[in-house]
């Protein structure tokens, strides 16, 4: 999966657009944007009693697989209200889902390659919401409501219509609920959210729902950290919700590796320009690098006639800003290779800010937001400190001081982006409005760098194994 994401970087550098999910320079805010940007939803009229300041506002999360690749994409809300939503029956619980219906609704035109959508609903909105206003690619539909008392025949019915229409709905959260027993028969899966549960319990809920019901599928949300992600994958879990992938730990006293080194010493000579020639001899040096760099250039994805079998081949055919974000993304892998969901996620972040940098900033500081959005993530990738992490690539003062202090002209665009994984509605509220923009744009810019993402890794003339 890595090898196809980096391959698909070809494409930066063309003349004319790629043939899938080319990134285009980006342009200002009153220019066109360039293939088919997510409709930005139109604003619903608040309930009574909802000011503008609670107004909650969409966020998303991966949903991974065993392999920890990305299969999924959770879409919820987050905002002051939903802490005090006391029933899931009232206006405003009704608004909240409206909020994901409509993103829904703008998903139909833009389908994510690969992917799923996952979303929240509560047992109301199932029956409201009909199949008219879901993506044609099968979504996944979290279900949880009143638990003490029996599903009703009406919600078997909509259930039924999901299913029969290609979605799957799983129930979120609720096992040993009498709920959830009238429904596990029907159920494509079920959840459980780890943050609330012990091992023990997690293991005695997951195994009475196994034996009600075996060969349920099992989710984990919550999975916050890597044992709780090792703990569910034991329990049979497979499909796996959280922030453990880009979890901070203190990483204090570590150093890069010597590879990763030669990586970013490779990567400022690429950025000044240095020989070729000195640059196929420091590769040569690594033979773990040069397999991955003959293997990347000979995929069929290049329309190469023959094998190339030299490293100053393989650099003439890939050029020096080519080789430059073949080396980026290399550096956020760690050298492993197999980390894809924190490449993706990476990628997600970087095209994020490149798209709401579009509104305000030029083309040329645009593609700095997207190479900000990249190195963001590194210390996860490295488990080094980010500061460790980014002083051998000796970048712009502007780059630094966005990184390490959120301060400077890009500082806002990354502070921005932390709030919208960390779904703080007031942040994303407040960074918005400093940057001129509105919620729904932020939104919307959102799901479109994760189609663009989706569409890079699903490209078919990229799956050859890398």
Same mark, same amino acid.
């Given at each position: ?8 970087? %070809? ?96 998903? /139909? ?76 028969? %029907? ?19 997951? /195994? ?259």
């Amino acid at each position: 999966m890595l090898g196809k994401l980096i391959t698909a970087f %070809q494409h930066w550098l063309d003349d004319t657009p790629a043939p899938v999910a080319p990134r285009a320079k980006p342009t200002t805010a009153s220019a066109k944007e360039t293939g088919a940007p997510i409709p930005e939803i139109a604003a619903r009229p608040l309930p009574a009693g909802m000011t503008v300041e609670a107004e909650p506002v969409l966020v998303h999360r991966e949903v991974l697989d065993e392999a920890l690749a990305v299969r999924g994409v959770e879409f919820f809300v987050r905002g002051e209200l939903r802490d005090k939503i006391q029933t899931q029956r009232n206006a405003a619980r009704r608004f909240l889902d409206g909020v994901l219906v409509d993103q829904l609704a703008s998903l /139909r035109h833009t389908p994510m390659r690969q992917r799923q959508a996952w979303v929240q609903l509560s047992e109301l909105s199932l029956m409201r919401l009909g199949t008219g206003k879901l993506p044609a690619r099968a979504c996944v539909l979290l279900l949880a409501d009143d638990t003490s008392r029996p599903a009703s025949a009406d919600l078997r019915e909509a259930m039924s219509a999901m299913q029969d229409a290609g979605h799957e709905v799983w129930l979120d959260d609720v096992i040993g609920s009498p709920w959830c027993h009238s429904l596990l028969g %029907q159920a494509s899966g079920v959840t459980l959210r780890l943050a609330l549960r012990t091992p023990f319990e997690a293991d005695a809920l997951f /195994r009475e729902v196994r034996e009600l019901q075996p060969g349920i599928r099992l989710g984990a949300w919550d999975v916050n950290t890597q044992e709780d992600f090792e703990l569910a994958r034991r329990l049979r879990c497979t499909r796996f919700s959280g922030a453990f992938v880009t979890r901070r730990e203190d990483w204090g006293g570590n150093e890069l590796s010597p590879q990763m080194l030669t990586v970013a010493s490779l990567i400022n000579q690429i950025q000044e320009e240095t020989n070729l020639r000195e640059v196929a001899r420091v590769l040569k040096q690594d033979m773990a690098m040069s397999y991955r760099l003959l293997r990347y250039v000979n995929s069929a994805a290049h329309g190469l006639n023959q094998q190339i079998a030299t490293i100053e081949q393989g650099l003439l055919i890939l050029g020096q800003a080519q080789m430059d974000r073949w080396l980026t993304l290399l550096l956020l892998s760690g050298g492993a290779m197999g980390d894809t969901a924190l490449t993706e996620i990476a990628l997600t972040r970087a095209r994020f800010l490149e798209l709401v940098g579009s509104y305000r900033l030029p083309p040329e500081q645009c593609e700095k937001l997207f190479v900000l959005g990249l190195f963001s993530m590194l210390d996860v990738a490295l488990k080094v400190p980010l500061e460790t992490a980014v002083k051998p690539l000796r970048l712009a003062e502007p780059l630094n001081a966005a990184l390490l202090r959120h301060e400077g002209a890009y500082g806002m665009y990354l502070s921005l982006a932390d709030a919208c994984e960390r779904g703080v509605a007031s942040e994303i509220a407040r960074y918005a409005l400093m940057l001129g923009l509105t919620s729904n744009k932020v939104s919307a810019r959102q799901v479109e760098a994760i189609n663009w993402v989706a569409e890079i890794a699903a490209q078919p003339a990229l799956r050859a194994r890398q």
